[in-house]
């Protein structure tokens, strides 16, 4: 069952891109907060019964911080996946970066596992030069290094550059990003951006703390390296605060399953000085 789900983590990945929506400062329009937030991760409803899986069950946690000379984003998934034959893989993904700025730095790391053994272990850096081209350095899980094109961005940037779409009302953006979670380098990220809403209550109206704040629904597909490959590798559908306040998502690994995230907990960090 583990090549069927391979691709969890790397669909994880964009919406951690995504939570950094709002992460320009100096847009007088949003500004983001440091954050704590928790999910939990189910079967979404389907209108096609998957043959494979029969369950989906698990947590995710984010915590977006920033410090006086980038952005640190940390995550850790835990999910369990049950198949239609009793059986059951455990799947845990964790993921740091920090990301400068300025947008030219990018230091990673993520890890793997699978029922307990590990299975994949990524870290490295990459930087961008004047001209905007660069290099991706790569320390595990071997030593290499990757060329960067002008056009690749990291997480922040890319955000930055879709807020602005966003808020001179384009409903698609396209571009290369490049987030240190797989070692084939950067993807294509197609995103339709929704018309601005704002919440009325959140967490079940059980804490008003996000309640009138502005957020964009965002539908995302993800294009690996596969030329043969007809579609995206996965899809996955957003709602992202102003404030940078993952409000939900769901995950659509067609034909075979979907998966939605819900927020359950959210506590606001304390602002560094600089």
């Known amino acids: 069952m583990s090549l069927l789900f391979k691709t969890i ?25 440091s954050h704590k937030a928790h999910y939990t991760v189910n079967l979404a409803d389907s209108a096609m019964p998957s043959q494979d899986v029969s369950d989906v069950e698990g947590e995710m946690s984010l915590e ?23 059986g059951a893989e455990n799947i845990r993904w964790g993921y740091t970066i920090w990301e400068s700025n300025d947008g030219n730095t990018l230091r990673f790391n993520s ?25 991706i350095s790569y320390v595990q899980p071997e030593v290499m290094k990757l060329p960067i094109e002008k056009d690749v961005l990291f997480p922040v940037q890319y955000q930055l550059s879709l807020l602005k779409a ?28 929704g018309g601005m809403h704002k919440a009325e209550q959140t967490l079940g109206g059980k804490d008003p703390i996000q309640a009138h704040i502005p957020y964009w629904p965002l539908k995302i597909a993800v294009y690996g390296k596969n030329p043969e490959a007809f579609g995206p590798d996965y899809e996955t559908r ?6 940078g306040v993952l409000k939900g998502y769901t995950i659509d690994y067609a034909p075979d399953f979907k998966i939605k995230g819900t927020l359950e907990r959210l506590e606001f960090l304390a602002k560094q000085e600089c």
């Open 9 to 33: 983590e790397k669909s994880v990945c964009s919406i951690v891109i995504a939570l950094c929506v709002f992460c320009a400062g100096d847009l007088k329009s949003a500004e983001l907060k």
């Open 111 to 135: 890890f793997r596992k699978v029922d307990g053994e590990l299975v994949e272990n990524i870290r490295g850096s990459a930087k961008r030069k004047v001209d905007g081209t660069g290099e």
């Open 64 to 86: 977006l911080r920033q410090d006086c000379e980038g952005w640190t984003l940390e995550q850790l998934s835990d999910t369990i996946i049950y198949d239609n034959e009793g």
């Open 166 to 193: 966003a808020e001179a009302g384009e409903r698609l953006y396209v571009a290369k990003v490049f987030d240190g979670s797989t070692t084939e380098g950067a993807f294509e990220m197609n995103t339709f951006i």
């Open 238 to 243: 957003q709602e992202v605060f102003s404030n």
